[in-house]
Structures are given as structure tokens and as C-alpha cells.
């Protein structure tokens, strides 16, 4: 009848308050470092670091907010599908446009 | 009679969409590594007049409206249903914060002469144009998303309060909070590809 229950009360010991405070505290401090890091104007290196952080702070929302963590394998094995294409898309351009 | 229910599914289609979404702003995120590869100079000068204040408090702003939203979800996974409404309008509240902040900076460079095919706009250099046209259709498709998510969570909001989503039924809720996350994450990118050019 309730398909989501015993796959709720796993989400739910597993996702206490302190989880989504932790979650937003490290994206408060990942926010503060990469403004740091942008105050130090290190060119191409500050870019990459920039990304690097942001991919992290996407980690982190992904993981515990929108709960990918607890998701079934299928679910996490799909997401990374857009990733790579994504990915792949950039990446291929990116050859293409720097040996015009 | 029993309503047919499928909350895994529901939110695996959730997460589907989501991944249009991906791709969507991706095409965006594309053309804009493009651009930047090859203005980089131009991007960085036009990037210097951005309110980089503005755009730190707005991503703070969005962090902690997803943490009201994932409390909300967890409020009402416990029936505390007053606490899982107060929050949720937190995050409306903070989606409103967020726009309004937007619009302060939008009436800045408009202010300045600069909006898309504006005279001030294209006497600048060809990479700064492409910088505002992308921040401004990349701000403004993100503003969009930020419009729709705030409707829906305030639709849910009122049926929490009504007593529709529930400790046992609450995957709307759920779904609702992953648009909201996602919206979150593409910010994410934009404030440093925007406000952070070195």
C-alpha cells in the first residue's frame, strides 16, 4: 500500500537536521573560500580553481539536499549519463574550437 | 477507493526532467567557455563592473533558502506540519530576497546604458557584448527558474497547510525541493563564471 516506507524511515535516520546544517555550513565556507581565492587574481589557475569549488558546492547539494546519497544505484548510474554528455559536448567543442 | 501512488517513480521522473534542465543550461554553459576562451581579457573588463557584493549575497541568500527547504521536507517527514509551512515560506521569502536583489542589479547596468542591443552596449568591444548578452540571458533564464520554483513551493506551502502533503504523503514536497536544489546548483556555476573573473 505505502511503497516509500521502509525506504522513508531509512531517509529519514539517515537525514537528521544536523545533516542539512553540516551541508550548508560547508557551502557557506566553500562560498567564502572561493571569493578568497578570486581576491588573489591568480588567472587561469583562480578559473580552474573556481570550478573546482563549484563542482564540490554541486556535490554537496546533490548528495544531501536533493539526497543522490540515498537514491538507488539505477538513479545515481543515470545521473552521471547527463554529466558525461554534458561533458563530452564541452569537452569536443572546445578541441574543435582551439585547432580552427 | 485507494489513489494510485508511486513515489519512487515519481521522483525518478523528477530527476529525469531534471537532466533536460542540465542540458538546457549546459548548451548555455557551453557557448559561454567558448566565448571566454577566446575574450578572455574582454570578459574579465566587463566582468569588473558587476556588483560582486550583490551576487555573494544572493549565492548566500539561495544556500540557506535550500537548507529551509530540506528542513521543511524534514519537518513534515516528522508531522510537525506549523514548522514544515513556516519554513517553506522561509525559502519563498529568501527566492523573493534573491529577485529583488537581481532587479536592483538589472536597474544598475540598465541604468548604465547596458541592456541587450543597447546603443552604450554595442560601442563596447565584441568580447564584452558577448559577456552581457550571456550574462543576461543566463541570469535571466536562471531569474525565470527562480519565478517558477517559488510559485510551486508556495502551491505546496498552502497545501501543507491544508493538510494535503503529510508525514506519510509528501513527494510533491519532495519533487518540489529537488527543482529548487537544482535551481540552487546552477547558480552555483553562474556566480563564479559571472562575478568572479580573474
Known amino acids: ?100 | 477507493m485507494e489513489r494510485h501512488r508511486d513515489d519512487i517513480g515519481a521522483r525518478t521522473g523528477m530527476w529525469l526532467f531534471l537532466f533536460t534542465e542540465i542540458l538546457l543550461f549546459g548548451g548555455l554553459f557551453m557557448l559561454y567557455s567558448m566565448f571566454r576562451m577566446q575574450h578572455g581579457a574582454e570578459f574579465h573588463k566587463a566582468a569588473e563592473n558587476l556588483n560582486r557584493i550583490a551576487g555573494t549575497t544572493n549565492t548566500l541568500v539561495l544556500i540557506t533558502s535550500s537548507l529551509a527547504m530540506a528542513l521543511s521536507i524534514a519537518a513534515i517527514r516528522r508531522g510537525r506540519k506549523a514548522a514544515s509551512v513556516a519554513l517553506q515560506a522561509t525559502t519563498v521569502l529568501l527566492g523573493c530576497v534573491f529577485l529583488l536583489i537581481k532587479y536592483f542589479e538589472w536597474s544598475t547596468e540598465i541604468g548604465r546604458g547596458i541592456y541587450p542591443n543597447s546603443p552604450a552596449l554595442l560601442k563596447l568591444d565584441h568580447g564584452e557584448i558577448l559577456f552581457y548578452g550571456l550574462y543576461f540571458v543566463m541570469t535571466g533564464l536562471h531569474g525565470l527558474h527562480v519565478i517558477i520554483g517559488i510559485s510551486v513551493i508556495s502551491f505546496m506551502l498552502v497545501s501543507t497547510a491544508k493538510g494535503n502533503i503529510t508525514s506519510t504523503d509528501h513527494v510533491r514536497l519532495e519533487n518540489s525541493g529537488l527543482y529548487w536544489h537544482f535551481v540552487d546548483t546552477i547558480w552555483v556555476y553562474l556566480f563564479p563564471l559571472f562575478y568572479l573573473v580573474t
Do not use: C
Not at chain 1, 549519463?81 to 563530452?88: D, K, N, S, T
Open chain 1, 1 to 100: 500500500m505505502n511503497p516509500g516506507k521502509t525506504e522513508q524511515l531509512k531517509t529519514e535516520n539517515k537525514n537528521g537536521e544536523m545533516t542539512y546544517i553540516l551541508a550548508w555550513a560547508m557551502l557557506v565556507a566553500l562560498t567564502a573560500i572561493t571569493v578568497g581565492v578570486y581576491t588573489l587574481h591568480l588567472g587561469t589557475a583562480g578559473v580552474a580553481i573556481a570550478l573546482v569549488i563549484a563542482s564540490l558546492k554541486a556535490g554537496v547539494i546533490l548528495l544531501f539536499f536533493m539526497h543522490l546519497r540515498q537514491e538507488s544505484r539505477f538513479l545515481q548510474s543515470v545521473f552521471l549519463l547527463p554529466v558525461f554528455l554534458l561533458g563530452a559536448i564541452i569537452g569536443l567543442t572546445f578541441i574543435d574550437v582551439w585547432y580552427r
